[in-house]
Structure formats: C-alpha cells, structure tokens
C-alpha cells in the first residue's frame, strides 16, 4: 500500500475520532446506553487501525528512501499507534462482555498501566512529528507547511492524556478526558484543543495524499 492511500485511510480514521470525542465531551449521556457505547466504540476499535497502517506504510517508505534518521521515530510511533489500539481493543472485551486473556488484560498490573498508555503513544507520536519536522527533506513548501501543522496537531493531542494521567496519580481514578471537563470555560478549552489537533493533523494527511512526492 502506498503512503498516499493510508494517508486517506488515516485521515477517515481521524475524522471519526474528531467526531466521537467531540460527541464524547458534549454528550458524555449518550455513552450511557449500552447498544450506542458498543457501537461507537467497535467503530472507535477499527478506526485506530488507520494510523497504524499509515505509520507501517511510512515507515516502509523511509525504509526505500534510506532516511535512517527517521527510522526509530516512524517505528516508536508504529509502537504508539499500536498502544491505542490495544487500549480500544481492551474496552471493546470489556464492553461486549468478552472473556479473552482476562487475566492478563484485565490484571491489577494492567490496570496500574493503562492510564498511562494513551500519554505514551502520544510522546511517542509526537517524537515522530518533531523528528520529521527536524529533517532536511526534498519535499515542496505545502508538504513542509503541511509537517509543521501536523506538529502542532501532535502536541494539541498530547495535552488530554497527559490530564488523564496526572488526575490518575492524583486521584487514582481512571477516566476519559471528556469526563474531566467541566460545563463552562474548560468545557470550551477541551474543544478547542480537539479541533486544533483535528485540523493540524488533518491537514498534514491531506496534503499527503495529494502529495506528488509520494506517487
């Protein structure tokens, strides 16, 4: 598969991101009822596999083009991606009520790690941003404006799971980031970041896909 295939595949993958945890922070109630969690969340599981493919397909590229220095980053953020699947793979056992290695992924160890899954996938995303942002590619001024924002997106999408993971070691409760915000003020604030890590990313994978860099 090339890049500017999964560049479209991970773009579909963010937008529905985009719409489940802007429904998630608005209408939290709606998560509520079991048949619309399940439902939302199968389709959250299958969604993560869109940035999985696009950083294996990327790092495929790499690979071709020798750019060695980019080589660990693509693969820290393959590793990433894979950890946000496996987070929604695990809620998706829990919420189906499925027993598959439940004493393994349901284990108090586990437990202890979980929150703190999302906050490493998203450093190691980032890492990847920051790297490509850092190399001297022979890409035209649009892709490199196109790195830049999706840079920007990378840090906006570092913020919600580093507040999940500091209210956990504060309050030893796990929860979503959406849960964490407040009516008002902060409420604001939350969908101000998701939006900024929507369109910083977004962008980046479109200009991708239209890249003539990668055909």
């Not at 999964?6 to 509520?32: E, N």
């Not at 493919?53 to 393959?78: D, N, Y």
């Not at 950890?83 to 809620?91: A, N, T, V």
């Not at 003020?185 to 998701?194: A, E, K, R, T």
Request: aromatic share 18%; with cysteine; proline share 4%.
């Amino acid at each position: 598969m090339k890049v500017k295939t999964s560049s479209v595949l991970a773009l579909v993958s963010l937008s529905y991101f985009f719409f489940y945890r802007g429904i998630g922070t608005i209408w939290p109630y709606l998560f509520q009822h079991l048949n619309m969690a399940r439902v939302f969340l199968l389709l959250a599981f299958l969604a993560t596999f869109g940035w999985l493919l696009f950083f294996v397909t990327f790092f495929s590229w790499v690979e071709r083009k020798e750019l060695k220095s980019l080589l660990r980053p693509t693969g820290w953020a393959i590793f990433g991606s894979a950890c946000i699947s496996f987070l929604y793979f695990r809620e998706v056992l829990r919420v189906f009520d499925i027993d598959f290695l439940g004493e393994i992924i349901f284990s108090s160890r586990m437990e202890q790690l979980i929150p703190f899954l999302p906050l490493l996938a998203a450093t190691l995303i980032l890492i990847f941003f920051i790297a490509l942002s850092g190399q001297e590619l022979n890409w035209g001024p649009r892709l490199k404006k196109a790195v830049k924002f999706g840079l920007g997106g990378a840090i906006a999408s570092f913020i919600p799971p580093l507040a999940v993971a500091i209210n956990f070691l504060l309050t030893r409760e796990e929860q979503w980031f959406s849960a964490l915000i407040p009516k008002g003020f902060l409420l604001v604030g939350g969908m101000i970041i998701i939006v900024i890590s929507f369109l910083g990313q977004g962008f980046f994978l479109f200009s991708l896909a239209q890249a003539e860099e990668f055909d």
